[in-house]
């Protein structure tokens, strides 16, 4: 397990763009697959995005394709979720997870490492 936390949540209105950010300090991030998760009130949690340690591979859920963007950042240990043209059904909370396997998944029970999240409320 290693410990990360995410920032960068905030209110907007639909359309406009947010930019989080998952930050594991005293570990290299580069290591780990990092998964992005969000959850609404009384619905599941849902894997939005990965990017695999292995490859740099990285995978969206459907709802997101073409609208958000999971990259790393190195030289600042650091991985970003670019939320562009944000609806509001993203509105939820939005975790960071870690974990050391060959490749990313956007199952939630494959990682064991997470952080305490970041609200996104997107609305008018």
């Known amino acids: 397990q290693v410990q990360v936390v995410e920032s960068g949540g905030g209110l907007v209105q639909p359309g406009e763009s947010l930019r989080l950010s998952c930050a594991a300090p005293g570990i290299t991030l580069d290591w780990y697959n990092i998964g992005w998760f969000r959850q609404a009130p009384g619905k599941e949690r849902e894997g939005v995005s990965c990017i695999s340690a292995y490859d740099g591979s990285t995978y969206y859920t459907d709802s997101v394709k073409g609208r958000f963007t999971i990259s790393r950042d190195n030289a600042e240990n650091t991985v970003h979720l670019q939320m562009n043209s944000l609806k509001a059904e993203d509105t939820a909370v939005y975790y960071c997870?870690?974990?050391?396997?060959?490749?990313?998944?956007?199952?939630?029970?494959?990682?064991?490492?997470w952080g305490q999240g970041t609200q996104v409320t997107v609305a008018a």
């Open positions: 997870a870690a974990n050391n396997h060959y490749y990313c998944s956007l199952s939630a029970i494959e990682y064991d490492s």
